[in-house]
């Protein structure tokens, strides 16, 4: 069974960071693509960054580019989310997703088969 482990969340500053990781462990697991979505009160899920395997090319969302960085440990099946310049409208819970099927398709939550429980993100005005 795959599990996906978030940790790193917290309370911060506007304009502070924080660095989210997601460890993927279970049986022998090498996703195509990890990624990280997150979700505030009221509102849908909605996408945030990607990374894939092989080549870790990238995808952010237009509201995180340039102020959010993906990254991942492939030997240690790690993804991380460096978030710099933090502003109150990211705050939400962030959530670590995976697929191990080779798509075009990223910014779906549909997109993605094993999910993480989640990690708050507050940041403060």
């Known amino acids: 069974q795959v599990q996906l482990v978030e940790s790193g969340g917290g309370l911060v500053q506007a304009g502070g960071s924080l660095r989210l990781s997601c460890a993927a462990s279970g049986r022998t697991f090498s996703p195509y693509r990890m990624g990280w979505f997150r979700q505030a009160p009221g509102k849908q899920r909605e996408f945030v960054a990607a990374?894939?395997?092989?080549?870790?090319?990238?995808h952010y969302a237009g509201s995180v580019k340039g102020r959010f960085t993906i990254s991942r440990d492939n030997a240690k099946n790690t993804v991380y989310l460096q978030m710099n310049s933090l502003k109150p409208e990211d705050t939400a819970i962030y959530y670590c997703?995976?697929?191990?099927?080779?798509?075009?398709?990223?910014?779906?939550?549909?997109?993605?088969?094993?999910w993480g429980q989640g990690t708050q993100v507050t940041v403060a005005s």
């Open positions: 990374i894939t395997r092989i080549g870790g090319v990238t």
């Open positions: 997703a995976a697929s191990d099927i080779a798509t075009k398709q990223f910014m779906g939550s549909s997109d993605y088969y094993y």
